[in-house]
């Protein structure tokens, strides 16, 4: 059986955090929350620093600068209208999982926006892990419908882990 999120460290400081642990937990209750069952789902997580989600930011969003995370979705399930839930994916064989896509987080930016909320940097960034895991399912936050929903989900998800409304 595969795993749920298969994390990719690139910068060590995210050892420091159990990153893996981090990920495998909030992905697990995301998943959960919205009646998927984990095992069927795969995610890819890579923990970079600025500079790597700066290229990647560039890249894919012509926007040049760090960011704390980045979500690359297997598929664009997004709903036609605002306020409205995405279509969830179908489960793959726990042996050959429904990819889910990708998912990029940054330590600086993470770590700087933890110490500004006052925020523990590991329920700040298992925030950001369900927030990129929600934009993997088709969740978006451009329209005010859409981000009320998305973060609801996210309130919703984190009190199950005992974190505290982010918003």
Same mark, same amino acid.
């Given at each position: 059986?595969?795993?749920?999120?298969?994390?990719?460290?690139?910068?060590?400081?995210?050892?420091?955090?159990?990153? *893996?642990?981090?990920?495998?937990?909030?992905? %697990?209750?995301?998943?959960?929350?919205?009646?998927?069952?984990?095992? %069927?789902?795969?995610?890819? =997580?890579?923990?970079?620093?600025?500079?790597?989600?700066?290229?990647?930011?560039?890249?894919?969003?012509?926007?040049?600068?760090?960011?704390?995370?980045?979500?690359?979705?297997?598929?664009?399930?997004?709903?036609?209208? *605002?306020? =409205?839930?995405?279509?969830?994916?179908?489960?793959?064989?726990?042996?050959?999982?429904?990819?889910?896509?990708?998912?990029?987080?940054?330590?600086?930016?993470?770590?700087?926006?933890?110490?500004?909320?006052?925020?523990?940097?590991?329920?700040?960034?298992?925030?950001?892990?369900?927030? %990129?895991?929600?934009? =993997?399912?088709?969740?978006?936050?451009?329209?005010?419908?859409?981000?009320?929903?998305?973060?609801?989900?996210?309130?919703?998800?984190?009190?199950?882990?005992?974190?505290?409304?982010?918003?």
């Amino acid at each position: 059986m595969e795993p749920l999120v298969d994390t990719v460290i690139e910068d060590p400081r995210w050892e420091g955090i159990d990153l *893996p642990a981090l990920a495998s937990r909030a992905a %697990g209750a995301t998943l959960a929350a919205l009646s998927l069952e984990p095992e %069927g789902f795969g995610i890819v =997580l890579m923990g970079c620093d600025d500079a790597r989600i700066a290229e990647l930011n560039g890249a894919f969003r012509q926007k040049g600068q760090p960011t704390n995370v980045l979500s690359f979705p297997s598929e664009d399930r997004a709903p036609e209208e *605002p306020g =409205l839930a995405p279509e969830l994916p179908e489960p793959g064989d726990p042996d050959d999982p429904e990819e889910l896509g990708d998912i990029a987080i940054a330590w600086e930016t993470c770590a700087r926006e933890a110490a500004e909320q006052e925020k523990a940097m590991q329920d700040h960034v298992t925030h950001l892990i369900v927030h %990129g895991i929600l934009h =993997l399912l088709g969740y978006d936050h451009i329209e005010d419908a859409d981000a009320e929903l998305m973060e609801a989900i996210e309130t919703r998800v984190l009190a199950t882990l005992g974190i505290a409304d982010p918003y």
